[in-house]
């Protein structure tokens, strides 16, 4: 088994951030709610509708690169040319190493422009799955009174590379007992299927399952690891002010360890009730014993994207649901 990690940033990225040379980029993602910073190995991503808009990794001792995916800029529709200002991709591109205030101001400057980039191709490209993840995050991050919080989104592991995560989150209740010092929050992987056509047959519910599980019982994934790694990337998100603690930031960032139990939540959208696809899915997957997590199935309060505990079900009693 691989030793332990934690992901995160260095204290270095993290006063960049705070009140260095990268301020104004978290000035702008705390001020935008349409982006989302998320913590990766020593680099972020800032998400827009679910796609990387700008991925920023430190290079050299005082510098950091800026990169933005050009392939978005394949779906620009015809016959705007001249009515719709574009990006100047040669002078990004010559200004991707950024080391001074003028290089930051440079990028923010383009970030409409990119985002209207990324508009474009998501029409033509639709990815539903990664909107709905980001706006769970926002809707729930911002929301002291719901009972998660989404510490990460698109989550990939370089030493546990067979888990892939929609969503990584903390279960944390809202009530009085739990808010209180000493409470131990709860991993929780959130898987989130969109349509009936996501639901079986490769990367479907049961699939997914079975890959974690083999995984765990070979050895190659370990969940006391990736909740360590969770609780670094929440305790900084919560310094940077990521996260709504009702100012309880204190509080936040001096918890020091996870519940040994894990949650496999599953968020079902645009699910047809004529269909059987989903019941006979959660069907086969209550069938299971010896899950080394608990699989849960989210229900909506009673229309929105807040996460509550008592619209949280275990599977087999979804099986009835459906």
């Not at 991707?96 to 205030?101: E, K, L, Q, S, T």
């Not at 998660?148 to 989550?155: F, K, L, N, Q, T």
């Not at 974690?212 to 019982?217: E, F, I, W």
């Not at 807040?306 to 599977?315: A, E, P, S, W």
Request: proline share 5%; with cysteine; aromatic share 10%.
């Amino acid at each position: 088994m691989p030793g332990m990690t934690c992901r995160g940033l260095s204290d270095k990225f993290m006063r960049d951030l705070e009140e260095g040379l990268l301020q104004p980029v978290l000035t702008l993602v705390k001020a935008d709610d349409t982006l989302s910073l998320c913590i990766r190995d020593e680099y972020v991503n800032i998400y827009y509708r679910g796609g990387s808009l700008l991925q920023i990794r430190p290079v050299g001792e005082n510098g950091y690169r800026f990169k933005f995916d050009p392939n978005y800029e394949n779906s620009r529709p015809e016959g705007l040319e001249g009515h719709v200002p574009t990006v100047n991709w040669k002078l990004l591109h010559h200004a991707d190493i950024v080391d001074c205030p003028a290089g930051v101001a440079l990028w923010l400057s383009h970030v409409p422009l990119l985002k209207q980039t990324m508009d474009f191709w998501f029409s033509a490209h639709p990815k539903p799955e990664r909107e709905f993840q980001q706006f769970m995050e926002r809707t729930n991050n911002c929301n002291f009174h719901t009972d998660y919080y989404i510490v990460d989104i698109e989550y990939t592991s370089s030493q546990f590379p067979e888990l892939r995560a929609d969503m990584l989150a903390f279960w944390w209740p809202r009530t009085v007992q739990a808010r209180r010092d000493g409470f131990v929050p709860r991993l929780t992987m959130v898987e989130v299927k969109l349509g009936e056509g996501a639901l079986k047959g490769a990367a479907g519910v049961v699939d997914h399952i079975d890959k974690m599980v083999a995984a765990h019982a070979q050895q190659r994934l370990d969940f006391a690891v990736v909740a360590t790694e969770t609780l670094c990337v929440f305790r900084q998100r919560v310094q940077l002010g990521l996260i709504n603690c009702g100012g309880k930031e204190l509080q936040f960032q001096q918890i020091d360890a996870v519940q040994q139990e894990i949650d496999y939540l599953l968020l079902i959208a645009d699910h047809d009730p004529d269909s059987t696809v989903l019941r006979d899915e959660l069907q086969t997957v209550a069938l299971k014993s010896g899950l080394p997590f608990d699989v849960k199935v989210a229900q909506a309060n009673p229309m929105g994207f807040g996460l509550f505990t008592q619209k949280i079900v275990d599977v087999t009693t979804a099986v009835s649901l459906f």
